[in-house]
């Protein structure tokens, strides 16, 4: 259903002769958080308004003014929002799918609040196995808290997803078992990028260089087991390895928060501005980047680059034959990563 949604939606833009235009638009209805995992800058960054909270009509303006198929739901903890059932079920009415992204400490109150949906999923935060995801949310028991959380909303019928984000000095084979044990409990997909270096945890020696992260995930996807479904797109998952390059779409995930539109982009805020067509129309975008702006240099973000691999395909008839290929061919391993 998914599939069938973007890809009305991407012929409507393509149609329309619409060079930019949003794929996935990040809500952040409050930046306040109840951990405070190392290599996050949001809750640093956003100090001076972490009371602050959108309403649901600034929400549904918002989600609206953009009109992007897919909202994803961000933070800090989405679950610690008063209101984030009304607003949830807003958006899903609306049939656009709606990925909550939470740590999953307050997964009881989720239960309550948020019925299931096929327009629905939650995408619950886990960066390894028990000693690594603690250590990187700063607080033991965690981890076992996620996988309680997983399992709970699978058995009510949840959709449900992972986002692992990967650090230097993290080892291949932790996340062979991570992403097996996940698979077997049922998540519909796994999704994966490097950790950004933000500027309020710069200072954590955390971070991989751009070199380092293409063969750690080749290593990565070698050797996990056959047929493991990623919720990234294939090729995406080719430029992690190195395989693929690709310019920056910052433009194609657009991120609202507490504060206005995030300009340019979901992890770099020079300013932020009242409305999306201040934000798409005021943006320079050539001047951020890889090779543009050094805050870039590193950065290899889904937000950022998932786009990228999307409008490749929609202008290059092999790239879209591969990527629809791949996408009814699901997972990587050892015997269906692409060889290019």
């Known amino acids: 259903m998914l599939s069938l949604k973007l890809g009305w939606y991407l012929l409507r833009q393509k149609l329309r002769g619409n060079e930019r235009f949003p794929l996935t638009m990040i809500l952040e209805p409050l930046e306040s958080c109840n951990l405070t995992c190392t290599g ?10 972490l009371e602050r909270r959108l309403s649901v009509e600034q929400c549904l303006s918002a989600v609206e003014e953009c009109d992007a198929p897919v909202v994803s739901i961000a933070g800090g903890e ?23 992204c939470t740590n999953a400490l307050l997964y009881k109150k989720a239960l309550k609040i948020i019925r299931p949906s096929p327009y629905f999923a939650f995408v619950v935060h886990l960066d390894g196995l028990r000693e690594t995801h603690d250590i990187a949310v700063e607080r033991e028991g965690v981890y076992d808290v996620a996988i309680r959380a997983i399992k709970e909303f699978r058995k009510a019928g949840y959709r449900v997803c992972t986002n692992t984000t990967l650090f230097s000095g993290n080892k291949p084979e932790e996340y062979h078992r991570l992403f097996a044990m996940l698979h077997d409990m049922g998540v519909e997909g796994m999704m994966v990028a490097p950790g950004f270096q933000y500027k309020e945890v710069a200072h954590h020696d955390i971070f991989m260089q751009r070199g380092e992260a293409h063969s750690f995930f080749r290593r990565v996807f070698d050797g996990c087991r056959a ?3 990623f ?5 995406y998952l080719d430029f ?4 693929r390059e690709y310019e920056c779409s910052q433009w194609s995930t657009p991120t609202y928060t507490p504060a206005g539109w995030r300009k340019p982009c979901y992890l770099i805020a020079d300013e932020h501005t009242s409305s999306f067509q201040q934000l798409m129309e005021t943006t320079d975008w050539k001047a951020y980047g890889f090779g543009r702006d050094p805050r870039c240099d590193t950065c290899m973000m889904h937000c950022g680059y998932e786009g990228s691999a999307v409008h490749e395909a929609m202008a290059k008839p092999a790239a879209l034959a591969e990527l629809a290929w791949r996408s009814v061919r699901p997972g990587v391993g050892r015997k269906n990563v692409s060889a290019r």
Request: overall charge positive; some cysteine.
């Open 227 to 229: 047929g493991l479904r």
């Open 231 to 235: 919720y990234n797109n294939p090729l």
């Open 78 to 100: 989405p679950l610690m929002h008063d209101q984030i059932g009304e607003i949830v079920s807003a958006i899903v009415a609306q049939r656009r799918f709606v990925y909550l």
């Open 40 to 49: 996050c800058g949001r809750i640093r960054e956003y100090e001076p308004i």
């Open 240 to 243: 992690l390895m190195g395989k």
